[in-house]
């Protein structure tokens, strides 16, 4: 267990649908990063957060968002869902931006667009 | 860009014995990091070693060891005394030390698989 929390599990939506997906980090960790692993693509990072501020982002579309809040937990906002979203969407977290700071991983959200 | 390439999509190895996994990475960066994470049929990331550019030295963790050739930019897994439950997809990531962020870069992965 990494210590980092998402919920749900699994989740099964339509086209067209929004969903949020969230996170809780490890106790202490004030970053947060979103990312996306799907067949076609990989894995993939999507956006980081640091303690509430947006501090990379990646090839996050523009139909998704995210933000951390003052609890630094995360919540990321898919909207206008496509059949191509469908992936598992991890969250991980770690203490600060330096040094070899490992990235802690959630055990992921399954979406599944129908 | 950085671009981590792992060449073997899927590799098999006979229980207790030793298996290597490659990859290797394309930067123009001189302080980096690199990581092996591997993902069991559970789907979750798990931590297996990491690597700090300016380190010389390889890393070891238990049964787990790399061969970090900076020069060479390649940064292979070498797995001994194989067991069952080191089946897993295994991915190489690489993050950068600098100011372009602290996202970790993926390969593709290899699927090990362990023979009994």
Known sequence: DSGVTQTPKHLITATGQRVTLRCSPRSGDLSVYWYQQSLDQGLQFLIQYYNGEERAKGNILERFSAQQFPDLHSELNLSSLELGDSALYFCASSLELAGVDTQYFGPGTRLTVL | ?116
Request: with cysteine; net charge neutral; aromatic share 12%.
């Open chain 2, 1 to 116: 860009a950085q671009t981590v390439t792992q060449s073997q999509p899927e590799m098999s190895v006979q229980e207790a014995e030793t298996v290597t996994l490659s990859c290797t990475y394309d930067t123009s960066e001189s302080d980096y990091y690199l990581f092996w994470y591997k993902q069991p049929p559970s789907r979750q990331m798990i931590l297996v070693i990491r690597q700090e550019a300016y380190k010389q030295q390889n890393a070891t963790e238990n049964r787990f060891s790399v061969n970090f050739q900076k020069a060479a930019k390649s940064f292979s897994l070498k797995i001994s005394d194989s067991q069952l439950g080191d089946a897993a997809m295994y991915f190489c990531a690489y993050r950068s030390g600098g100011s372009s962020g602290d996202k970790l870069t993926f390969g593709t992965g290899t699927r090990l698989a362990v023979r009994p």
